[in-house]
């Protein structure tokens, strides 16, 4: 069986499919790749099954070996550098390529953007853990050994057999750029602060602190206050919250963040926004614009529609 | 009941403002009727218990709060099956060696030690929910005589099966994890695991007891686990 053998881990390296879902009762988060845009269009990139886990890199680059056979790949919002014997091979974002054995792949650090993908065809061998192989480090769920992966690991690859086909290319991949906007509806407790909160939230960007991870990306800006203290009985929590701890800094919640909380929501991010939101960076800028429900359904449906169009510029490298 | 948006795929359903047993009983009710597939709503993933509310998590390509709410209401006004609490027995160690916050507890609420394990064994609990950790219930409601704010220092480790009490709650870390409640016991049982199924001990609306153990029969029964 073919395997990729880590020679130098990066930052934040963990295995991320689409999520686990179903299990958030039980207090298991969804967790998956922040940027599940990117993963879906590698996915359709390489013909794996949509959902299927690839490496996440958040902030770091990596290098990686191909250990007893050949596979193929492809990136996603970071560009690679093969290393043979006769000389290098770049390897842009968003192209399909044969890393052959013995062979090293060296994946730049992303740049604009949180996190970069490597996925590779036919997708990770390890085992499923509650329906999904996305790490949860915290619960040390799932992916590799539950853990970010180590130099030295080797990660199985299913069934590869990269000989027999042309590498394919998305034209129009993304651009690896964190937003400069994010869309909320209110709610659902905007209520328990003061007057005109909403007004400061949309007013003015926020910042993404150091303190910041795949839980929650904790904001620095202007306070927002609550009306009636900030203590709520636990209740769950949807992905996308802006949660208001006392100190009116909010935090948005991720991929890992926890099933419940107990401090009140001013607004929600829309679906349509959320793989942009795990796209900002620590150090990073974003603001907040008020949406309703029907213009939350027509970017939803804009999203949609946007993603088809990308799947289409799928070609054949000349 | 109140319903409220939490963005286009999230919705908050409030059934009660207080926490009570009674209203985790009729919560984890709804819950278990809104995903037996029977009675499920399309386009609904998955739903999660607070201790007043469940947060329906849902696909917004397949539905809509309007149809949710609905889809809630009619469920309500169906004659309730009586959903019967099961019981689950919990043994708990109060030995020194794996309660080390019990003698500041019973200090600070100016009872004997064994007051508070009576106090803390001597009823029943019904699981809230589950969450902060994978399978970490809230038990409610604690002996008024022991209620506490949770400590000024969080311990950056606290044990698996370290059983905890802090505010109108009792607890079990099911992993080793940070944590700021008081410990003041442990448990021999898993909580949580993943590859067990349910992988949780304890669901929401579930009745629990706690039995103490001596620290020898905790010792045997850690090994034999």
């Known amino acids: ?318 | 009941m109140r319903f409220d948006s939490c963005g286009d795929a999230a919705l908050l359903v409030t059934l009660g403002d207080a926490a009570s047993a009674a209203l985790s009983r009729r919560i984890s009710a709804l819950h278990v009727r809104l995903t037996t597939a029977r009675t499920r709503p399309a386009g609904l993933q998955e739903a999660v218990p607070g201790h007043t509310t469940l947060l329906l998590i849902y696909d917004p390509a397949f539905t809509d709060p309007v149809r949710l709410r609905t889809a809630v209401e009619a469920l309500q006004d169906s004659p309730v099956e009586r959903i019967e609490p099961r019981i689950r027995t919990i043994p708990v160690c109060y030995h020194d060696s794996l309660a080390p916050d019990l003698a500041e507890v019973a200090a600070r609420c100016g009872l004997s030690v064994d007051a508070v394990i009576d106090l803390h064994a001597a009823r029943d609990y019904t699981v809230h929910l589950l969450g902060f950790s994978p399978g970490f219930p809230y038990l409610g409601d604690l002996s008024a005589e022991l209620v506490l704010p949770r400590r000024a220092e969080p311990r950056a480790r606290v044990p698996a099966g370290a059983v905890a009490i802090a505010t109108r709650y009792t607890a079990i870390y099911p992993q080793a994890t940070p944590g700021g409640w008081h410990l003041i016991g442990r448990t021999p049982l898993v909580l949580f695991d993943a590859r067990r199924d349910p992988p949780a001990l304890l669901r929401p609306g579930d009745s629990v007891r706690f039995t103490p153990i001596s620290l020898t029969e905790y010792e045997q029964m850690s090994a034999s686990l």
């Open chain 1, 1 to 318: 069986m073919t395997h990729l053998e880590i020679m130098r881990a990066g930052i934040h390296t963990s295995l991320q499919d689409d999520g686990r879902r179903g299990y958030r009762d039980l207090g298991v988060p969804g967790s998956g790749a922040l940027d599940p845009l990117t993963l879906r269009l590698l996915n359709a990139l390489l013909d794996n099954r949509d959902g299927t886990g690839a490496l996440e890199l958040l902030y770091g680059g990596i290098t990686v070996r191909a250990r007893d056979g050949a596979l193929r790949f492809a990136l996603g919002c970071a560009a690679g550098r093969i290393v043979q014997h006769g000389g290098i091979r770049d390897v842009p974002p968003w192209h399909t390529a044969v890393l052959d054995r013995d062979e090293t792949l060296t994946i730049a650090a992303p740049a604009g953007t949180a996190a970069a993908y490597m996925a590779v065809e036919g997708g990770f061998a390890v085992e499923t853990v509650l329906g999904s192989v996305s790490t949860y480090g915290p619960g040390a769920l799932g992916g590799w050994q539950g853990r970010l992966l180590h130099r030295g690991d080797r990660l199985p690859i299913l069934n590869t057999a990269p000989a027999c086909r042309r590498e394919r290319m998305l034209t129009h991949g993304l651009a690896p750029a964190a937003p400069s906007v994010l869309r909320v509806m209110a709610g659902p407790q905007q209520s328990r602060f003061v007057r005109g909160a909403l007004d400061t939230l949309t007013a003015s960007p926020y910042r993404v602190t150091p303190s910041s991870n795949r839980s929650g990306l904790r904001l620095d800006g202007a306070p927002l206050r609550h009306e009636e203290g900030h203590d709520l009985l636990s209740e769950g929590v949807a992905t996308g919250s802006l949660q208001v701890p006392g100190t009116g800094q909010p935090v948005l919640l991720i991929a890992d963040h926890p099933t419940v909380g107990g401090y009140p929501k001013i607004a929600t991010v829309i679906s349509a926004d959320l793989a942009a939101a795990g796209r900002l960076r620590i150090g990073g800028e974003v603001r907040f614009a008020l949406v309703d429900a029907h213009a939350a359904r027509d970017a939803r449906l804009a999203a949609q529609a946007e993603h088809a169009a990308r799947l289409a510029t799928i070609r054949d490298v000349p």
